[in-house]
């Protein structure tokens, strides 16, 4: 994301454009920015008459209000090894809502729950297989011919 631009910088980028009359290039380049910048603030100045930056426009808009998000938290306390697709499941049936699995993961991370799952069986502890078989030329042998 770019690093926003100073309100100094705004403010003499548009003081130099009235004052020397220099052109959106010339200014671009003595300021190290873009045209297209000079023209963003230039016309934020036009239009406002300010040349302080518009509030952010926002983004999307959350899927769940408070109540559904206590009842994901709840519905997490009491299975902590339901996959998304269990969870999205039981919070429609609860709530009538109806979530995808990638929204579920994002409100399981913005209420700062994990997906633990729990092991269904301890592990072995045989010794891991390779998963190669064992031939005469990977061991750096070469191979046995009989005598005749």
Not at 22 to 36: H, I, K, M
Not at 77 to 84: E, H, N, V, Y
């Amino acid at each position: 994301m770019p690093i926003a631009i100073s309100n100094d910088l705004r403010i003499r980028i548009v003081e130099a454009r009235a004052q020397e009359r220099q052109t959106y290039e010339q200014l671009a380049e003595r300021f190290g920015v873009r045209r297209a910048t000079v023209d963003r603030m230039l016309r934020l100045a036009r239009e406002t008459g300010s040349v302080e930056p518009r509030p952010h426009g926002g983004g999307a808009v959350r899927r769940t209000n408070q109540q559904e998000q206590d009842l994901i938290v709840e519905l997490v306390q009491a299975r902590p090894d339901a996959t998304l697709e269990e969870l999205c499941v039981a919070l429609e049936m609860r709530a009538g809502l109806r979530i995808s699995r990638s929204t579920m993961s994002r409100e399981l991370r913005l209420l700062g729950l994990t997906r633990k799952k729990n092991r269904w069986w301890p592990g072995s502890d045989a010794p891991p297989m390779s998963w190669r078989p064992a031939t005469p030329s990977s061991r750096g042998c070469s191979p046995v011919t009989p005598n005749a």
